[in-house]
């Protein structure tokens, strides 16, 4: 944290219970790879998720009052504690509070803004949980530097980089059409449908990418790249009409989708 210790951050660093943040993500997002960040949230200090007694329901209706409008009443909650040193704070646990699953997860604020400071081939499905959220408890504006880092982050990051990743996800993005398109071949509908769906969002991913969007989750980066419902042939003519992508103006879907991440 920046600035000199005040006495109410060096109290909360004296019970190693130091969240700042409450943020709400939507587990149709991809799971966590490897440089991934954790998929949110931050939790006001006055929530106590320990004991008997533990302020869940506090908890999820503070996300609720802060989620995206179209979330839906029984829409799965994913909570994450950022602390001030690892291995503090509450243990991570599942509850189901008022009919919701509530996932809650622990991470320091160090590790987090390394996760900032990362960038991989999920980026347009992680940018959001640090450039557009809503903070409730933030009294150092801790929350602000970690909005900070990762705009630096994507400052610093030349086109180079961005197509590297997005050639990556364009790989992943090809071989998944193409193992759906075998499992089809092979009757295997259900299997099928699952290897579309996982390259329907590698090819949204590799449009994020090259045009520094980001989307708030996979269906929102599916529907506005254009892909959401897209058949198997279509899909397969997109992938292959746009081979490895070299250049920064090269977009498999067009500008324009989402939300486009501009270093401030």
């Known amino acids: 944290m920046r600035g000199g210790v005040t ?3 060096a109290a909360l660093r004296a019970t190693g219970f130091g969240a700042l943040v409450l943020l709400i993500w939507n587990p149709a997002a991809v799971r966590l790879g490897v440089g991934d960040a954790p998929r949110l949230v931050l939790l006001d200090a006055s929530l106590s998720m320990t004991g008997h007694g533990g302020q869940w ?3 999820l209706d503070t996300a609720r009052a802060l989620a995206h409008g179209d979330e839906a009443e ?5 909570l994450v504690v950022v602390t001030y040193r690892p291995g503090e704070g509450p243990r991570p ?3 189901r ?4 699953i509530v996932d809650l997860g622990v991470i320091s604020a160090e590790q987090y803004l390394g996760h900032a400071r990362t960038l991989s081939t999920s980026w347009p499905l992680a940018a959001d949980q640090y450039l557009t959220t809503s903070p409730t408890y933030d009294p150092d504006s801790w929350y602000q530097l970690l909005r900070d880092t990762h705009l630096s982050r994507l400052a610093e990051a030349g086109a180079g980089e961005f197509t590297a990743l997005a050639r990556e996800a364009w790989y ?3 071989s998944a059409q193409v193992r759906a398109r075998q499992l089809a071949t092979w009757h295997d509908l259900d299997a099928g449908l699952v290897a579309l769906s996982t390259a329907r969002v590698g090819a949204a991913l590799v449009d994020g990418l090259l045009s520094r969007t980001y989307f708030r989750d996979a269906p929102e980066a599916v529907r506005r790249t254009g892909l959401a419902g897209a058949p198997m042939a279509e899909l397969a003519e997109r992938i292959a009409g746009l081979g490895e992508p070299r250049s920064r103006n090269v977009f498999l879907c067009g500008a324009g989708s989402g939300r486009a991440a501009q270093p401030e």
């Open 172 to 174: 992943d993005a090809y």
């Open 7 to 9: 006495l109410g951050l």
């Open 74 to 78: 029984d829409c799965e909650v994913r």
């Open 93 to 95: 646990a599942t509850r």
């Open 97 to 100: 509070i008022d009919g919701v």
């Open 57 to 59: 329901r506090a908890a």
